[in-house]
């Protein structure tokens, strides 16, 4: 394993400050893990099998973070409000028939979903 794909594998894995929590991770020292990414020692070829495994058991555990914390968010594309699904539900009995002769169920049923993107923006889940 060349270092280039240790620090991929490690900051993708761990963020900058990877190398403590990668050493854990792999059940060496950090003191080995800095001489593998300064060139010191060279990485043996095997360790690309266990960082395989850890990367594989940190993506399972983000996806099931991801899965608990998922929220399902609704805006009402007339006003630009945004708020959860759960709350949107929670106010509905209050809401009275609109100026269009919408009911609070018509009114529910022209919110959209949407989510964030990667730039902060709310945008319509395709």
Request: glycine share 6%.
């Amino acid at each position: 394993m060349k270092r280039e794909k240790l620090i991929a594998a490690g900051e993708a894995a761990f963020g900058k400050r990877w190398q403590t929590d990668m050493a854990a991770a792999l059940s060496v020292s950090d003191r080995t893990i800095r001489n593998w990414v300064s060139g010191k020692y060279q990485i043996p070829d095997l360790v690309s099998a266990d960082i395989t495994v850890m990367l594989k058991n940190r993506k399972k555990n983000i996806d099931e973070a991801l899965t608990m914390i998922k929220e399902t968010y609704l805006m009402n594309p007339a006003t630009g409000s945004v708020d959860t699904e759960e709350n949107w539900l929670a106010e509905m009995p209050e809401w009275e028939v609109n100026a269009s002769g919408e009911t609070p169920e018509q009114q529910f049923g022209s919110l959209i979903e949407v989510e964030k993107d990667s730039a902060g923006e709310w945008v319509v889940v395709e």
